[in-house]
């Protein structure tokens, strides 16, 4: 009896996600791909102005994209080429203002804009 309370404390201590939901399988682990710098900095924004409002249905799955080889595979963006990505599109308002994003809060600013569109431009 005396050693069940410190093992129950040690399990759930070193849990990482809500084991009442499906996290883990939603998320995976946090663990980006480094190597392009400029992935490193197009998550962020991704994460910090998209992802806050793209919280459900089909956009849920960016927060899993944690390297290039994920967002190419999804299409929406095509290596090298900005201007026909359609992640890119989206975010230029494309198909008129009211597609602006993020809708209904502050337009990214030019240098947010400029770094997404650097990304795309020299994928590895």
Request: hydrophobic share 30%; proline share 5%.
């Amino acid at each position: 009896m005396k050693l069940l309370l410190p093992l129950l404390l040690l399990l759930v201590g070193c849990q990482d996600y809500n084991s009442n939901s499906s996290d883990r399988f939603k998320y995976g682990p946090a663990i980006l791909d480094e190597t392009d710098p400029n992935f490193a900095q197009a998550y962020n924004t991704i994460q910090t102005r998209c992802t806050s409002c793209h919280s459900s249905n089909i956009h849920d799955i960016w927060a899993t994209y944690k390297n290039n080889n994920a967002w190419l595979d999804s299409g929406l963006i095509q290596r090298g080429d900005p201007d026909n990505s359609y992640f890119i599109q989206r975010i230029i308002n494309y198909g008129g203002a009211s597609s602006n994003m993020p809708q209904g809060g502050s337009a990214l600013s030019d240098a947010e804009y400029q770094q997404l569109r650097k990304w795309v431009e020299e994928i590895p």
